[in-house]
């Protein structure tokens, strides 16, 4: 279904690859404007009443020949078919999962039909819508097998192998196909299915050039009421054939994705549709048509006819695939003819064969009397829509003027920051100055400090040295002393027998001194 999907990013270093015959692109400009475009988006596939119309009664009936009856049912019927063979846990992988909303569906699907040993990866670069996916899994009980994995697809490297890798809207957002798709293959099991719901029209959602004359045919046809682009808020007298992708990454490489798919897997289904009725029933213009207005279905029913006839013929190619692929060659593919996938790829040489139409440019753009509303009728539809766009322009001007003062006064607290900044930094200077001197003494110091150790080190051990022979001293002193003692307690002894002998002696002796000086008297000596 022709549906915006969600953001998916790449590396710098691929901004400017992988996109034949177009200019390199501002990556940053790219990313910015993604992030702002999903960073609220709560619902992605808001289409208006008028797709619905036509899809329900065109598309659905293509769908419903295959057993499902839209893009969502055929994820949970092909997902559900890898739990039928076998056991054990499974794994699938969401490419480009946003806010989770099929994942959420496909998860409780799964647990309602009895299964509990499986794990949903969700990959997605938009943390935001990852959050959004986390709270609705939460409400919806199916958390415990649900991981949210911020992830860049354009580098991704498949961590796991999967049972089944599904991308909801997802491949028209991502510029490294190459990569993506080699880890695809890579990464499924054996019996493993890659699905897949995308745009694989022209790159930015343009018309290639024989489509472009039809949808210019076309538009002749239409009222100026129905010509207002409520996406741009501009009128278009003619058919303007922009290039979303140069302001984000939308369609960045869709005309590359089929291309690519056949070479990398085995279609096993494959379902295309639609490419001059996107225009008429997509956001930027599907708003001013009326679902319940005989005309408007008569119209959108024409444009179908003829883009039915155009596509059968070759003359164009779809824009929209369903897909259910895998690896084994021998699977038949299924297919409404004669779409068959490489019928589907354009052929430059042969696209603009036996299409005859007004060429842009010459001619009136408007074919009077083909819409039933009078003149006056259409300028007052006109007119109430170029008002509602002034009304709608003179807002965001009031806003943006808003914005603009709220710069300016960040801008002077900014300078005011910057003047503090500058100061800091002088003082920074200073303090590094500083601290580069004390850092120097600090050298000065340490390298004494290591001398003084050293020589702490040397005295240290000549204490030790001291102490050691203080203690050999010490014990030989005691010995020593035990020694004078024992001889001092010993000499006291002799003294005291020396004494007494002395006494004794002196008692001896007397009396023949007596004798002696007697006879010395007598002269008898």
């Given at each position: 279904m022709p549906?915006?999907?969600?953001?998916?990013?790449?590396?710098r270093?691929?901004?400017a690859?992988r996109?034949?015959a177009?200019?390199?692109?501002?990556?940053a400009a790219?990313?910015?404007?993604?992030?702002?475009?999903?960073?609220?988006?709560?619902?992605?596939?808001?289409?208006?009443?008028?797709f619905?119309?036509w899809s329900n009664?065109y598309?659905?009936?293509?769908l419903?020949a295959?057993?499902?009856?839209?893009?969502?049912?055929m994820f949970l019927?092909?997902v559900g078919?890898?739990?039928?063979n076998g056991?054990?846990?499974r794994?699938i992988a969401?490419?480009?999962?946003g806010?989770c909303h099929?994942?959420v569906r496909?998860?409780?699907?799964l647990l309602?039909?009895?299964?509990?040993d499986?794990?949903?990866d969700c990959?997605?670069?938009n943390?935001?819508?990852?959050?959004?996916?986390r709270?609705a899994?939460a409400?919806?009980g199916?958390?415990a097998c649900m991981?949210?994995?911020?992830?860049?697809?354009n580098?991704w490297s498949a961590?796991?192998e999967?049972?089944g890798v599904?991308?909801n809207?997802a491949?028209?957002?991502?510029?490294?196909?190459?990569?993506?798709?080699?880890?695809?293959?890579?990464?499924?099991k054996?019996g493993?299915r890659?699905?897949?719901?995308?745009?694989?029209?022209?790159?930015g959602?343009r018309r290639?050039?024989?489509?472009?004359?039809l949808?210019?045919?076309f538009w002749?046809k239409?009222?100026?009421?129905?010509?207002?682009n409520q996406?741009l808020l501009?009128?278009?007298e003619?058919?303007?054939?922009?290039?979303?992708s140069?302001e984000s990454?939308e369609g960045?490489r869709?005309?590359d994705?089929?291309p690519?798919?056949t070479?990398?897997f085995?279609f096993?289904l494959?379902?295309?549709?639609a490419n001059?009725?996107?225009?008429?029933?997509d956001?930027?213009?599907?708003?001013n048509?009326d679902?319940?207005?005989p005309?408007d279905?008569?119209?959108i029913?024409?444009?179908?006819?003829?883009?039915?006839k155009e596509?059968a013929?070759?003359?164009i190619?779809?824009?929209h695939m369903?897909?259910?692929?895998g690896t084994d060659?021998?699977?038949?593919?299924?297919?409404?003819e004669p779409?068959?996938?490489?019928?589907?790829?354009?052929?430059?040489a042969r696209?603009?064969?036996?299409?005859q139409?007004v060429?842009?440019?010459?001619?009136?753009?408007y074919?009077w009397?083909?819409?039933p509303?009078n003149?006056r009728?259409e300028?007052e539809?006109?007119c109430r829509?170029l008002k509602?766009?002034?009304d709608r322009?003179?807002e965001?001007?009031?806003?943006?003027a808003?914005?603009t003062?709220w710069a300016q006064r960040l801008?002077?607290?900014?300078?005011?920051?910057?003047?503090?900044?500058?100061?800091?930094?002088q003082?920074?200077d200073?303090?590094?100055?500083?601290?580069r001197?004390?850092d120097?003494?600090?050298?000065?110091?340490?390298?004494?400090?290591?001398?003084?150790?050293?020589?702490?080190?040397v005295?240290?051990?000549k204490?030790?040295?001291?102490?050691?022979?203080?203690?050999?001293?010490?014990a030989w002193?005691?010995r020593?002393?035990?020694?004078l003692?024992?001889?001092t307690l010993?000499h006291?002894?002799d003294?005291?027998?020396?004494?007494w002998?002395?006494?004794l002696?002196?008692?001896?002796h007397a009396p023949?001194d007596y004798?002696?000086?007697?006879?010395?008297?007598?002269g008898m000596?």
């Open positions: 549906a915006p999907s969600k953001l998916r990013t790449r590396p270093h691929l901004a690859s996109r034949p177009e200019t390199a692109i501002d990556y790219h990313l910015s404007a993604e992030k702002e475009t999903y960073r609220g988006c709560l619902d992605v596939h808001d289409l208006p009443a008028i619905h119309y009664r598309v659905r009936p293509k419903e295959f057993g499902f009856s839209t893009p969502d049912e019927k092909y078919q890898q739990f039928q056991r054990g846990p794994r969401s490419i480009g999962a806010n099929l994942e496909l998860a409780s699907h309602a039909a009895g299964h509990t499986f794990a949903i990959l997605d670069l943390s935001d819508m990852l959050e959004r996916g709270d899994a409400k919806a199916a958390a991981r949210f994995l911020q992830v860049d697809l580098a961590p796991d999967y049972d599904i991308a809207q491949l028209h957002h991502v510029l490294n196909l190459e990569n993506l798709f080699a880890e695809i293959k890579r990464s499924l054996p493993g890659f699905l897949a719901s995308d745009v694989i029209g022209r790159n959602h290639w050039p024989e489509a472009l004359d949808v210019r045919e002749r239409l009222p100026p009421s129905y010509r207002f996406s501009r009128y278009e003619t058919y303007q054939n922009w290039d979303c140069g990454f960045i869709s005309q994705i089929l690519l798919l070479g990398h085995h096993e494959f379902i295309a549709f001059i009725v996107d225009p008429f029933v956001r930027a213009f599907g708003s048509f679902a319940s207005a005309w279905r008569s119209f029913d024409q444009v179908h006819a003829r883009d039915e596509i013929s070759g003359h190619q779809p824009t369903l897909a259910v692929m060659p021998s699977v038949p593919t299924l297919f409404h779409l068959a996938p490489r019928r589907c790829l354009r052929d430059p696209a603009r064969a036996g299409i139409v060429p842009a440019g010459k001619g009136s753009p074919e009397g083909a819409w509303h003149d009728r300028i539809i006109a829509r509602d766009a002034q322009t003179n965001q001007t009031i806003l943006a808003e914005r003062r801008d002077r607290e900014i300078a005011l920051a910057t003047h503090k900044i500058e100061d800091l930094h003082e920074l200073r303090r590094t100055q500083w601290a001197q004390l120097g003494q600090m050298g000065e110091r340490t390298a004494w400090a290591q001398r003084l150790d050293g020589e702490i080190e005295a240290a051990r204490i030790k040295e001291l102490q050691q022979e203080l203690s050999r001293r010490a002193a005691h020593l002393d035990r020694e003692r024992e001889r010993a006291r002894a003294l005291d027998r020396l004494a002998a002395t006494a002696d002196r008692r001896f023949l004798a002696f000086r007697l006879l010395r008297r007598w000596l």
